[in-house]
């Protein structure tokens, strides 16, 4: 990357006035709509970006939900130049996390029937959405194959 037409993060906060942090969400949530370069797992901006950077800067000052700002892209004309494709997490449904949390705990404990009971109330119930959130991931799957063809 040819450092004289690219800015690094800690420019552009630097130019934008913001903190390192702020610059970083801003760039982050805004991604689809500022132009960049990425080699490896370093992420330069052009020069040429700065001024959308700095538009969605004053934006997010003077609105404070993402929809007014990106309302306010749209009117100026700036169009989404990066789609950026939704990430399907592989990690357990926190649903899950808990049925094992509890699970856990109920083999750690000695027999204490009223908390062991109501712990059981909860993990017979966390059972009933969890088999229900299957049904729906089957059905989206199956809807998803007729779609796909």
């Not at 801003?26 to 020069?47: D, Q, T």
Request: hydrophobic share 35%; no cysteine.
């Amino acid at each position: 990357m040819d450092s004289q037409d690219f800015l690094t993060i800690y420019q552009i906060a630097t130019e934008l006035d913001l903190s390192l942090s702020k610059t970083r969400k801003l760039l982050k949530e805004y991604a689809e709509y500022i132009p960049f370069k990425k080699e490896g797992r370093s992420v330069a901006y052009p020069l040429e970006g700065l001024k959308i950077i700095k538009k969605i800067s004053k934006l997010t000052q003077k609105y404070k939900g993402p929809e007014k700002v990106l309302e306010s892209l749209k009117k100026d004309g700036i169009e989404i130049i990066n789609p950026i494709q939704p990430k399907v997490s592989n990690k357990p449904l926190p649903l899950l996390k808990r049925v094992q949390n509890l699970e856990k705990h109920l083999q750690n404990q000695p027999a204490k029937q009223s908390s062991n009971s109501d712990l059981l109330k909860e993990l017979k119930t966390i059972r009933l959405q969890l088999d229900e959130i299957k049904k729906v991931k089957k059905e989206v799957e199956r809807l998803k194959t007729l779609i796909e063809g």
